[in-house]
């Protein structure tokens, strides 16, 4: 398999339950990203984990918790989300370190906080 | 502060009708500059990485160009197949050993046959 990988692609859950969303890359690359994408915004920077090191938390709320296990793997764990937590989160990975190749981008997991 | 503005924000195209699509960008040091596609309920799917002013790519009816300020992404005679949302990007120069990529709010093009 190659690319990026995000599991699941569609995620209701209650405001009081506990998910996780995964991601895994097959490219080789160094950096993992999570974005959030609501309507009509530009795709906002969650967490940045460059050589498994999270390098960047963009002032993102505690009930969102990243974990990356290693250079291939990325988690981001929920609890206790807000219905305007509901969106389109991505992951991405990307080649850094040699002028940039620009983001490999996982199809998404759509969520629903109810 | 960094930051990226792209219009217009819908474009509707007769099939065989060209135009421009324009990213505006203010950033401290770039090292990149891209061009995605991205489908509705799905990823963004990478185009273009442009480096440097008077840098021009082209795939299929999709040419990017870039100057020091901006870059468009011109089709040619698109087809309906061609409906998407369209995001600019820049990376910025390396800061603090993050890597960070800007986005614009996209242009959402629809192609009618």
């Known amino acids: 398999e190659t690319g990026v990988t995000q599991t699941p692609r569609h995620l209701v859950m209650g405001m009081t339950n506990k998910k996780s969303l995964k991601c895994e890359q097959h490219?080789?690359?160094?950096?993992m990203y999570w974005y959030k994408q609501s309507a009509k915004k530009p795709l906002e920077l969650m967490f940045v984990?460059?050589?498994?090191?999270?390098?960047e938390n963009n002032s993102v709320p505690s009930r969102f918790s990243p974990e990356c296990p290693n250079s291939s793997h990325l988690f981001l764990h929920l609890h206790t989300l807000q219905p305007e937590d509901s969106a389109l989160y991505l992951c991405?990975?990307?080649?850094?370190?040699?002028?940039?190749?620009?983001?490999?981008f996982g199809s998404g997991t759509r969520l629903t906080v109810v | 502060e960094d930051q990226v503005t792209q219009s217009p924000e819908a474009l509707r195209l007769q099939e065989g009708e060209s135009s421009s699509l324009n990213c505006s960008y203010t950033?401290?040091?770039?090292?990149?500059l891209f061009w995605y596609r991205q489908d509705p309920g799905k990823g963004p799917e990478f185009l273009f990485t442009l480096y440097s002013a008077g840098e021009e790519k082209e795939k299929e009816r999709l040419k990017a160009t870039l100057t020091k300020k901006e870059s468009f992404l011109h089709i040619t005679a698109p087809k309906p197949e061609d409906s998407a949302t369209y995001l600019c990007a820049v990376a910025p120069q390396l800061t603090s050993g993050t890597y960070k990529y800007i986005f614009g709010t996209g242009t959402r093009l629809k192609v009618l046959a």
């Open positions: 490219l080789g690359h160094n950096a």
């Open positions: 950033v401290s040091g770039l090292r990149g």
């Open positions: 991405a990975s990307s080649q850094e370190g040699r002028g940039g190749y620009g983001y490999t």
């Open positions: 984990y460059n050589f498994k090191e999270q390098t």
